[in-house]
C-alpha cells in the first residue's frame, strides 16, 4: 500500500474536502496547493499523477492529531469534531418533499432481492 492509498483512505473514511486538508496541512505549517493535492489523488496510469513522499503523509498525520485533538493549550474531543463536521454535512442535505410539502412514503416500495 503506497502513501497515496493510505492518503485517499484517510480522506474518505474522514470524509474530508481538499480546503479541509489543505487547512490540516496548514496547521503544522506544510503549505500546499488544491491542484497539487489533486495530482496526489489521481490514479497510477494518469499522465499528471504524483506519488505522495512521506513529507506529506507525515506532516497530514500530525496536522491531523492537532485538527482532531487540539493542543496542549486548547484541547478538543476527537468524537466532538468528527460529530460537528458531521452535522454540518447533514445540513447541507436535499429534502425530498412532494408539491403538498410532505415526504414521500417509501414503505410500500418491493425490492427484488428482500425475501417476503
Known amino acids: 500500500m503506497t502513501n497515496n492509498d493510505i492518503l485517499k483512505k484517510l480522506r ?3 470524509m474530508l474536502r481538499d480546503n479541509e486538508i489543505v487547512d ?26 504524483v506519488e505522495c513522499g512521506d513529507q506529506i503523509l507525515r ?20 468524537k466532538e469534531v468528527l460529530y460537528q463536521k458531521k452535522g454540518s454535512q447533514e445540513k447541507n442535505r436535499i429534502n425530498y418533499k412532494d408539491k403538498k410539502g410532505k415526504t414521500p412514503d417509501l414503505s410500500y416500495v418491493k425490492y427484488k432481492n428482500k425475501k417476503s
Open 12 to 14: 474518505v473514511a474522514l
Open 24 to 49: 490540516i496541512l496548514k496547521l503544522v505549517d506544510f503549505k500546499i496547493s488544491k491542484s497539487e493535492l489533486g495530482a496526489l489523488f489521481r490514479k497510477e496510469d494518469h499522465p499528471k499523477y
Open 59 to 78: 506532516n497530514f498525520l500530525n496536522g491531523l492529531v492537532i485538527h482532531l485533538r487540539g493542543t496542549k493549550e486548547n484541547p478538543k474531543i476527537p
